[in-house]
């Protein structure tokens, strides 16, 4: 056995085989090896049935299942080892409008991806699919490019395609132990002897928290039990092949819950069931090959009687036989691919409940971040580091089988799921619930999304479409805009990087130059080494050695371990968590510092307190640190604050507000305003796809200050001519429904970009999107079309920041005091 190399993999499924491969095709074959404890294949992906589907409502994970069965394809000719690749394309019905516009909002990402996406009526239906019975459906989408592949296959011949090009995989070797040398290496250990490599890859399905146990990570991975459904041949199936007649598309009844597809002369049914319970919660056996449970009828009967109903063939056929296996599950559904938190090149590649669909693209990926570098699409949505240490067993349990019963429901762009909630809620939750609040989540946080007011119910309204809510944060712009408004924002992640080393790190860390005088505030942003955005962060010189650092609260483990990566390890430099020690409360609008002179004895005007500088103030005996920024281009203050004085603060500020029109705003209010300033976001405008420059990020980017993370790629990227703009859009005739992001964005019919955001911004009145474009499409005024729920609607390249373009509202140009 070999006792050195790059890269040991372990796990000898099809996701593990995946990640070999396409390191050996990175030219790395000689130097990786991969550790099966069984043999290929024996845990879940010997009795997966299969299934390709392209269809992802997320960016990154669409990317991944398209580059995958594009893989498929072409892997029998470069091998010469058959994978069973049955193209027979895919039909996803609707059984209603909102599920229309689900596939609607779909069509328009696979649209921007490059998948293919046709759309059905029933009439059609029923030609593609003779034996559906069409009654109920509204319509469908199909996708010609998918279909279904034999797993063990697939994964023999990416085996055969990594040998091929030098990889070693060693079979019937368990990994034992895995530890960390002085030097950093990592030395995997098997009853056959150690190999010591740089990176490991830990692909092991079911055993995901097993292994990581060996590493001290808690991975957000538990399995959920997973059925389906083999019949005995049907007659007409056996007369179609018989015919010569194609074999019928995978059809899936997203209302039913079902999928379903020929096999042998019959069918396999697979459905998501609602009670299906998680498994293996302290991790399988270490002999649990090829292992499957005990059948569960009455869970299937539901999905029986809907799947009779659609296709009454299926009713008239005896069951051969019921799978019911592990299938492994994270609290959102989606795989965990990229690097673990707080270990170097220790890779996670796990979690995958469509681990024969996303393989090929997750493998892909991994080779091009281990050997490059970095990642080259945006992988937010599968980033392992999105879940914190909220993610305990007893939460995993209940949000994966959530996940699970959730596959089909309809993925409504403002959803909410009800497990595990509340988790974290910050002190004045309860007040804000008093106050109408209609709550989100964001990394295990309870956040005010809108408040319900007047009567109306203090529920969500979910839809693709403009909704109840939509009037709610009307008001609440407004009353930002008149009079004052207060915001939740104790989920931001907060941290302290201090020390004698701190500047000259920050320094160099981020693009932007650090605030020079101590108070002063920049924003500034962590590039990768390609010159992409990875990260934002609020930055305060607290002192001249000391810096606080605010970033997006659903980022908190992902900026922190970023940051932390990058840190000098010779102890110059000290990181301090913040997050839930610290809360923020943000007091925005005309009238926020009539509000905050009336509780606090600080002088607030424009010359003792200049926009973008923070003071150290006190308001009601508790001491908080006032920021004057937002993010919603209005006059006022964030006040961060130890938590314990939260409700000190909150009850000074409504006590002194009420005659001012002091209200509470969210979420929703608040990002409908940082539209109309053109603010970007993180994971949406701002990404590792594009660089700072493509997001029009230049004043923030400061070359001439010296070496930064992400500076050379960066020039060279302009150097080369950028591939992509960031515009502001103002989008025309919509009257229901505005762009959610990912919307084509086409020029004559020719897709010439994507919006990455969208909504409606209630100050200018006007229905406005965020988007990239090719940079011959970027010249104000330009009129290009974007497609909203699959209409057309003209879309104008306006100047950034619509509303309030010079900035004098938040400046308060008009203020007496200046
Ligand atoms: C009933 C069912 C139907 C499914 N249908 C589909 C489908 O149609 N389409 C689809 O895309 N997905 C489907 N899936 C999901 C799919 O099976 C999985 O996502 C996929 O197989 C995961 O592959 P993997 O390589 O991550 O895990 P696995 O195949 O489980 O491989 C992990 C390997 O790691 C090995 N291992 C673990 N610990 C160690 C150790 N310490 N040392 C050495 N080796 C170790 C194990 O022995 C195992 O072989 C289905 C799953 C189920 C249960």
């Not at 059984?95 to 229309?100: C, G």
């Not at 090009?165 to 030097?183: D, F, M, N, P, W």
């Not at 007649?245 to 069931?273: C, H, K, M, Q, T």
């Not at 990087?497 to 860390?509: E, H, N, T, Y």
Request: hydrophobic letters at 40%.
């Amino acid at each position: 056995m070999k006792s050195h190399a790059k890269v040991v993999v372990i796990g000898g499924g099809v996701v593990g085989v995946s990640a070999l491969y396409h390191l050996a095709k990175k030219g790395w074959g000689d130097d990786v090896v991969l550790l099966e404890k069984a043999e290929l294949t024996s845990g879940s992906t010997w009795h997966a049935a299969g299934l390709l589907p392209l269809f992802n409502m997320s960016y990154s994970v669409g990317q991944i299942h398209k580059y995958s069965v594009n893989l498929y394809q072409e892997l029998e000719k470069e091998t010469g080892q058959p994978v069973g690749f049955s193209k027979v394309g895919n039909l996803r019905l609707a059984m209603n409008d909102d599920r229309m516009d689900e596939y609607y909002q779909y069509a328009a990402t696979a649209k921007t991806i490059g998948i293919d996406v046709r759309f059905l009526t029933p009439k059609e239906i029923k030609k593609l699919w003779p034996l559906c019975n069409i009654d109920g459906l509204v319509g469908g989408i199909f996708h010609p490019d998918d279909g279904y592949i034999q797993p063990a296959d697939l994964t023999q011949a990416l085996a055969k395609g990594a040998r091929g090009r030098g990889a070693t995989i060693y079979r019937k070797t368990q990994v034992l132990a895995i530890e960390q040398t002085s030097s950093g290496a990592w030395r995997v250990k098997t009853p056959d002897g150690d190999i010591t490599c740089e990176h490991v890859i830990s692909a092991t399905g079911n055993y995901a928290r097993k292994t990581g146990e060996m590493v001290g990570l808690d991975v957000p991975v538990i399995p959920v039990e997973h059925q389906f459904i083999v019949t005995e041949p049907h007659p007409e199936i056996i007369q179609r092949q018989k015919n010569g007649e194609p074999e019928l598309g995978v059809l899936r009844e997203a209302d039913g819950s079902w999928y379903l597809r020929e096999e042998n002369g019959g069918f396999i049914l697979g459905p998501y069931e609602k009670g299906a319970p998680c498994c293996y919660v302290d991790g399988p056996d270490p002999r649990a090959e090829y292992e499957l449970f005990q059948e569960d009828i009455d869970r299937l009967a539901p999905h029986i009687e809907a799947a009779m109903s659609r296709v009454p063939a299926f009713g008239e056929v005896g069951i051969k036989q019921v799978y019911n296996g592990a299938i492994a599950y994270t609290p959102d559904g989606n795989p965990i691919i990229g690097p673990a938190w707080d270990l170097d090149n220790f890779w996670l590649n796990e979690g995958h409940s469509f681990g024969i669909t996303a393989a090929g693209g997750a493998g892909w990926q991994l080779a091009e971040w281990i050997v490059e570098g970095e990642p080259t699409i945006d992988m937010l949505g599968v980033e392992p580091r999105r879940f914190g240490d909220y993610a305990t067993k007893d939460y995993l349990i209940a949000k994966n089988e959530e996940a699970y019963s959730h596959v089909f429901v309809i993925h409504y762009p403002d959803e909410e799921r009800p497990a595990c909630r509340p988790l974290h809620t910050a002190p004045c939750y309860k007040r804000m619930k008093a106050m109408g609040a209609v709550f989100g989540q964001k990394f295990g946080w309870e956040r005010p999304n809108w408040f319900a007011t007047d009567g109306m119910e203090q529920e969500d309204d979910w839809s693709f479409r403009r909704s109840k809510w939509f009037e709610a944060i009307r008001k609440e712009v407004a009353n930002v805009t008149e009079n004052v408004g207060l915001l939740d924002m104790t989920a931001f992640a907060k941290c302290r990087v201090s020390g004698p080393g701190a500047k000259k790190f920050l320094d160099q860390f981020v693009a932007n130059s650090l605030p020079r005088k101590i108070g002063g505030l920049a924003l500034a942003h962590a590039l990768n080494q390609n010159g992409g955005i990875h990260s934002e962060f609020t930055i305060r010189r607290e002192a001249d050695n000391s810096f606080y650092l605010v970033s997006a609260g659903a980022f908190q483990r992902l900026d922190h371990d970023y940051l932390c990566k990058q840190m000098p390890r010779d102890n110059s430099v000290q990181f301090t968590q913040l997050t839930r020690s610290h809360g923020v409360l943000v007091v925005a609008g005309p009238k926020s510092r009539d509000l905050l002179e009336r509780v606090t004895d600080t002088d607030l005007s424009n010359d003792a307190f200049r926009w973008l500088t923070s003071q150290d103030i006190v308001i009601a005996d508790a001491p908080a640190n006032a920021m004057r920024v937002n993010y919603v281009g209005e006059l006022g203050w964030e006040l961060h604050h130890a938590l314990e004085h939260q409700n000190q603060i909150f009850d000074a500020l409504f006590a002194a507000g009420e005659d001012l029109g002091l209200k509470p705003f969210g979420i929703r209010a608040m990002d409908s305003m940082r539209l109309e300033k053109s603010y970007r976001m993180v994971g949406t405008e701002l990404s590792i796809e594009y660089s700072a420059y493509e997001s029009v990020m230049d004043r923030f980017v400061k070359t001439d200050k010296g070496d930064f993370l992400g500076r050379e790629a960066l020039l060279a990227s302009k150097d080369a001519g950028l591939n992509n703009l960031l515009v502001t859009l103002e989008v025309a005739d919509v009257d229901n429904a505005d762009a959610l992001g990912n919307n084509a964005l086409t020029k004559d019919g020719t897709v010439i970009g994507r919006a990455t955001g969208g909504g409606f911004g209630f100050r200018i009145n006007k229905s406005l999107a965020l988007g990239m474009v090719k940079p011959e499409y970027a010249a104000v005024g330009t009129t290009l079309e974007i497609e909203i729920l699959r209409k057309s609607y003209p879309a104008r390249v306006v100047p950034d920041s619509p509303f309030d373009p010079k900035n004098e509202r938040l400046r308060d140009v008009n203020d007496a005091n200046k």
